[in-house]
């Protein structure tokens, strides 16, 4: 169980383009969905939580009209990249949570952005 | 501030050769310790979570143990497939959940 999917798991795109990355709970209901961000040789760091159908709670320094995040169920999230620029090119992570005080991040397979 | 620091950052070992990882923490009020496996372009899997001190758990190889200020996780005659970069993380109080990682220890386990 806890089996979190992300879709693509690599992508390429043009310099000024948007990439949609989507990430889904498969066997449980997240109440709660984050996003992190991941440069080589370094560790996990969040970009943004999204609770179902309220607005995403960003990180400071994270441009929020940069990276759109959608939660619009209980299984699924989105994160968009709109105008995405060679600097944006990373590991960008999705991981769900259900509610409770003691729950467990369960992360996704990650996805590749490479911006050209 | 709330923090997170792992050592050492990279471990080589030999098959066999039993070692542990630290994990010293600072935060108020801790929800729980998570330890996580990331291998390389993959996302980080689950493996343990310890709530309160003295808690100890184990899977497979390793076992992982909590005191009030950090956390070990001790790797038990390993094999090579062991290798991977270990994280730990605290998850924060007043929070949705959210979790402070830290940069990891990155274990090389030699045949």
């Known amino acids: 169980g806890a089996v979190v999917s992300q879709h693509p798991s690599w992508v390429i795109c043009k310099s000024g383009t948007s990439v949609k990355i989507e990430c889904r709970s498969l066997?449980?209901?997240?109440?709660?969905m984050f996003w992190y961000r991941q440069f080589p040789k370094q560790s996990l760091m969040l970009m943004a939580t999204?609770?179902?159908?309220?607005?995403?709670?960003?990180e400071q320094g994270v441009e929020k009209d940069k990276f759109l995040i959608n939660h619009a169920s209980l299984t699924l999230s989105t994160l968009t990249v709109t105008s995405a620029h060679p600097e944006d090119s990373s590991f960008y992570i999705c991981?769900?949570?259900?509610?409770?005080?003691?729950?467990?991040?369960?992360f996704g397979p990650g996805t590749r952005l490479l911006v050209l | 501030e709330d923090q997170v620091t792992q050592s050492p950052e990279a471990l080589r070992l030999q098959e066999g050769e039993s070692s542990s990882l630290n994990c010293s923490y600072t935060?108020?009020?801790?929800?729980?310790l998570f330890w996580y496996r990331q291998d390389p372009g993959k996302g980080p899997e689950f493996l343990f979570t310890?709530?309160?001190a003295g808690e100890e758990k184990e899977k497979e190889r390793l076992k992982a143990t909590l005191t009030k200020k950090e956390s070990f996780l001790h790797i038990t005659a390993p094999k090579p497939e062991d290798s991977a970069t270990y994280l730990c993380?605290?998850?924060?109080?007043?929070?949705?959940?959210?979790?402070?990682f830290g940069k990891g220890t990155k274990l090389s386990v030699k045949p």
């Open positions: 991981s769900a949570r259900v509610a409770g005080v003691k729950s467990t991040q369960y």
């Open positions: 066997d449980f209901q997240a109440t709660t």
């Open positions: 999204s609770n179902e159908g309220s607005k995403a709670t960003y």
């Open positions: 935060v108020s009020g801790l929800r729980g």
């Open positions: 310890l709530y309160s």
């Open positions: 993380a605290v998850q924060a109080p007043g929070s949705q959940g959210n979790l402070i």
